[in-house]
């Protein structure tokens, strides 16, 4: 895993396109960080140069029991909600008693839930809580379609699973081109979570996984608000050529708002490796980093 980056300019100001983009996931696989080791290197990221691109902390609920004690000062976390409108109502009582500000709670839907009970519930488990903001995980199934309308219904935002650690956490371009597309007509935000390791399509040597690339999906969701078809997003979400990928982005500066209204974040469980990877491919200048010696 690379190390955290070290900043060394803090005066410059990020491009739009890539602010708050980075959500901290290194507790998640593959990364796999130790919480003690977390909390302080997330307090680095936000100390640093590059500290507008990092989101916050995104934790599991079973972990905020560890984190009160870890903590002598606030910090800004998101919380991963995986058994459903429960942990929800978890996450509220957890992070009551310790020093974090809730910036959002992530929660899937439980299998086997359908759409209105799950919303039904939710709505019981979030009210009095309207000022954070939730994405709901949505399922790779026949409620889909469901679940992204009552999504728009309830201004709550969407959470696209781009990988994982095995090969079928992996969305084709042809279904992620078509969620993408369905989120942007409905008008519900997005944020996407594992196997973005990279800004561009590849294949992982190590896995022989097909990965999704951020760049790809900012290009997409660009596309999408454009009033391109699945089709023509799936095309761009399999585009492979890092140096065709990056050198259309900046055409996207003008429309930074609105594509980065429609793409929140991603969760990442390095922040180095994708920021660096940014400034590899000439997209944000090299005076934000240098290396952690």
Known sequence: MTEPLAAVAPAIEPP?????L???AAVFPPGLAPLAEAV???RRHRAAAYAPMVGPLV????????????LREKIGISVTAPGGPDDVTETFAAASGIPVELHGIEVAVPPGMSPGDFFRALDRAHAGREDVPVCVEVPRDERRSEIIRGLAATGHR??????????????SVEELADAIKSAVIAGVPFKATAGLHNPVRHTERATGFDQHGYLNILLATDA????GTAAELAKILD???PFFVAGAVPALA??????RSAFLSFGTCSIAEPLGDLAGLGLLPDEFFQEDL
């Open 16 to 20: 739009a396109l890539f602010t708050g």
């Open 22 to 24: 980075c959500d901290d």
């Open 40 to 42: 302080p290197a997330h």
């Open 59 to 70: 934790l599991p609920v079973n972990a905020l029991g560890d984190l009160g004690p870890m």
């Open 158 to 171: 969407a959470k696209f699973r781009t990988g994982g650690v095995t090969a079928d956490l992996y969305p």
């Open 224 to 227: 999408a608000l454009d009033g």
């Open 239 to 241: 585009q492979r050529d």
């Open 254 to 259: 003008d429309r930074a708002a609105e594509i």
